[in-house]
């Protein structure tokens, strides 16, 4: 997993090598950690990229990309005023920015992101609105009807949300429940922003989250690939790119 986490992609062969055990075993420890969430087999080895069903346990994504989800923080900071109420949805990138909220307090942070509650719950000026629901460890968030029912009840200045994949002007998720639940954040918002990483564009998964015209705003951390770029901009999309 150490691996993983710093090449995203590791080779059979290369691990039979590496550790010195045959193929088989290789296999094995694989499907194991397949069975957990932390990673998906694919053709010669294994990746903890997501895909069209997949993504990655909370625990590796809060390891990869922190500088990244340092830059795009601070850039959602500038949507964000004293006295605001702000949804906060679940993934590792929310960690970053609830550390980076209590700068902008009194707030009001409503959020079914485990992570997020535990940052903030000892902040003054902040209060707190844990949604409840059922736990995922994967994602390290509530979901469900109680959280669905919930957020039907509250209304807030801005959402904050993330997605795994984006393609065309589309963004995507690979799970139903967390799909719900962002969706129902975005309808409890007066407005909403996409914090999504450049490397998630270009890809897909099972399920449509919502246009990105949806989107008042979308931040990622450096310009996505030329064709997808172009997608945007024929569409009249515009992206934020958060500087160091």
């Known amino acids: 997993m150490d691996l993983l986490v710093g090449s995203r992609a590791v080779d059979l062969d290369d691990l039979a090598d590496r550790f010195a055990v045959s193929k088989m075993t ?31 346990d909370f625990r590796i994504r809060a390891l990869q990309d922190g500088a990244a989800k340092e830059r795009m923080a601070r850039a959602a900071l500038d949507l ?10 679940d993934g590792s990138m929310a960690a970053h920015f609830a550390a980076a909220l209590v700068a902008r307090r009194p707030l009001t942070v409503i959020t079914n992101n485990a992570a997020v509650i535990d940052r903030l719950k000892d902040e003054a000026g902040i209060t707190l609105i844990a949604l409840g629901g059922i736990y995922n460890a994967k994602f390290n968030a509530f979901f469900g009807v109680v959280t669905e029912g919930a957020l039907s009840r509250l209304r807030a200045d801005i959402a904050f949300i993330s997605a795994p994949a984006v393609s065309g002007l589309h963004a995507f998720h690979m799970d139903d429940a967390v799909v719900r639940a962002k969706r129902a954040m975005m309808a409890a918002a007066a407005k909403t922003c996409l914090l999504i990483n450049h490397q998630r564009f270009g890809r897909s998964a099972l399920h449509v989250l919502a246009g990105l015209a949806d989107f ?24 934020t790119i958060a500087r160091g």
Do not use: W, Y
């Open 216 to 239: 008042d705003t979308i931040i990622t951390d450096d310009h996505p690939a030329p064709e997808d770029r172009a997608a945007l901009d024929r569409a009249g999309i515009t992206l």
């Open 26 to 56: 290789i296999h094995r420890d694989l499907d194991d950690l397949e069975q957990a969430g932390l990673l998906r087999k694919v053709r010669g080895g294994a990746t903890i990229e997501a895909g069209t069903q997949f993504e990655s």
């Open 80 to 89: 964000v005023e004293p006295g605001m109420t702000v949804l906060i949805n």
